[in-house]
């Protein structure tokens, strides 16, 4: 579903500073495989999330997402293939727009544009029990406007969007980050649930390590712009703190401060 062959990128090259972000990542996501990725600052767990999205060009290497070599196609282009969350919970929405609004553009994305804009009843009950599945009650809310929600709110929102259209590929980066544990756990809750229940192949930034160790069928871990450990299967559910942090250590050749990767 995704391929990524040994892209690399470098950011201000040639100036004092020249950043390293991504040295020769090559990773390949099977139809259905939800990845966590996870390592410290730097490490590049964005960048790699980026380049997929077409933030910026790679220098080097090829993206392909369902077999489409996607390597050069702008931001916009690649958005037909992709649903993506971010960490801060006012993007993704609208906030002057209310609920019904804010899902009627999620769910016209990518169609042609023309004077009608109303939602219809077949339409409203749609989002309704789309809605539902959240189990927050904004079924009820439908004509709120998204600013009034709460983070977590916002948050579960943005996933269903992102999701309504069933992308061939979603991206997590770090979307429970700045929610509070309790609202952080309800969203991941959620989070699983969607990408279970729709088959979606996804990969999901994260700084903390239980997060990464507990959701998904495979992890993967980055440090100065490579992917440093890869577990999946069996191996990954058998795994714990310790394991990981062993895994790291032996791939990099040095020692990993896990506190700080924790709380960082």
């Not at 964005?46 to 050069?72: K, Q, W, Y």
């Amino acid at each position: 579903m995704l391929k990524i062959t040994h892209i690399a990128k470098t950011f201000n090259p040639g100036t004092i500073t020249e950043k390293k972000a991504l040295t020769d990542v090559s990773l390949t996501l099977n139809e259905g495989d939800f990845v966590t990725v996870i390592g410290g600052n730097g490490a590049g767990k964005s960048t790699m999330l980026n380049a997929v999205a077409g933030v910026f060009p790679v220098d080097r290497g090829t993206i392909e997402i369902g077999g489409i070599d996607v390597t050069r196609l702008p931001e916009y282009k690649r958005a037909r293939y992709l649903g993506r969350v971010f960490q801060d919970p006012m993007t993704g929405t609208a906030a002057t727009m209310n609920i019904e609004e804010n899902m009627a553009l999620a769910y016209r994305r990518g169609q042609p544009r023309g004077l009608r804009w109303g939602v219809g009843a077949r339409e409203r009950e749609l989002y309704r029990e789309q809605l539902k599945t959240l189990g927050l009650g904004l079924e009820d809310r439908m004509a709120s406007k998204v600013g009034l929600l709460s983070g977590g709110q916002r948050q579960a929102l943005t996933l269903l969007m992102a999701t309504l259209k069933t992308p061939q590929l979603l991206l997590l980066d770090e979307h429970t980050a700045a929610l509070d544990p309790k609202t952080a756990a309800k969203v991941l809750e959620i989070t699983e649930k969607i990408v279970s229940s729709r088959g979606l192949t996804a990969m999901m930034v994260t700084h903390n390590m239980k997060d990464a160790i507990n959701v998904g069928n495979r992890l993967i871990m980055m440090n100065e712009g490579q992917i440093v450990v890869d577990v999946s299967g069996e191996d990954k559910k058998k795994l714990t703190r310790h394991d990981l942090m062993g895994l790291f250590e032996k791939a990099a050749g040095k020692e990993l401060d896990g506190d700080r990767l924790l709380l960082s």
